[in-house]
């Protein structure tokens, strides 16, 4: 089993930024990928972006290439995201999830075994 916190989302306004934290606990040995979605109000949950352990490597989805950035920590068991120049639309909640087996896919929520609660993001204009 893996647990996953995220942290660090608030209100901020259009512009700005923030960096979202999501601590992994329990198998984190196992831990392959962890990866980022988000869901606002009345649509479905959208992939952010993911990082893979090993070999490391970044993905990111359509929608938020070039202002979100994603890292791990290998020590603390913690992946981040940073978003930056934030829009109105970035307003949602964001999730964090992990997996402990390999795929090529890192955009379907459903290959992912682990989430967090999420942390909302609300962006004003």
């Known amino acids: 089993q893996v647990q996953l916190v995220e942290s660090g989302g608030g209100l901020v306004q259009a512009g700005g930024s923030l960096r979202l934290s999501c601590e992994a606990s329990?198998?984190?040995?196992?831990?392959?990928?962890m990866g980022w979605f988000r869901q606002a109000p009345g649509k479905e949950r959208e992939f952010v972006a993911a990082?893979?352990?090993?070999?490391?490597?970044?993905f990111y989805g359509d929608s938020v290439q070039g202002r979100f950035t994603i890292s791990k920590d290998n020590a603390k068991n913690t992946a981040y995201l940073q978003i930056n120049d934030l829009k109105p639309e970035d307003t949602a909640v964001y999730y964090c999830?992990?997996?402990?087996?390999?795929?090529?896919?890192?955009?379907?929520?459903?290959?992912?075994?682990?989430w967090g609660q999420g942390t909302q993001v609300t962006v004003s204009s």
């Open positions: 329990g198998r984190t040995n196992s831990l392959l990928t």
């Open positions: 990082v893979r352990w090993t070999p490391e490597d970044t």
């Open positions: 999830a992990a997996r402990l087996f390999h795929s090529n896919i890192y955009n379907y929520p459903t290959t992912y075994d682990y």
